[in-house]
């Protein structure tokens, strides 16, 4: 196994995120994580960090099994990494959320990786659909 790469930041705020990235043109993209998950770390490696890095996303992640943590939902309130995950249906990692500042879901999610020699085509297809709605 590759040694694992540097994690996405994790917000503080879904809101405050959505909203820097939306002031980009951008939809905020989430990627539910797991600790020691392989597919989850394929995602980050390979598309999520170098894309973010470019500066062509706003990504984030949130670990689906934090409890601990206070992370300011899209509608104000207070939660866990955990709870929103729950809250979203999130459960399988990773999971790949597309979201307006509003919490809206922008495209439908990416669940897995069913396929990974296309996962990169699905993503910017995602992609796309989310920054056409965002406008």
């Given amino acids: 196994m590759a040694t694992p790469s540097t994690p996405l930041p994790t917000p503080t705020s879904l809101r ?31 598309y999520l960090l170098p894309m973010r890095q470019e500066g062509l996303i706003q990504a984030v992640q949130l670990d689906v099994q934090d409890r601990t943590s206070n992370l300011q939902g899209f509608d104000g309130q207070m939660g866990t990494p955990a709870a929103w995950a729950s809250a979203w249906k ?8 597309f979201f307006a500042p509003d919490g809206r879901e922008l495209a439908e999610r990416l669940v897995g990786i069913a396929v ?15 920054r056409r709605k965002l406008r």
């Fill in 116 to 130: 990974p020699d296309f996962y990169g085509e699905y993503l910017e297809a995602r992609l796309n659909e989310a």
């Fill in 90 to 97: 999130a459960r399988f990692t990773p999971t790949v959320l």
């Fill in 16 to 46: 405050g995120a959505a909203q820097a990235a939306a002031a980009r043109g951008e939809p905020l993209v989430v990627m539910t994580t797991l600790t020691g998950c392989p597919y989850c770390e394929m995602v980050r490696a390979r």
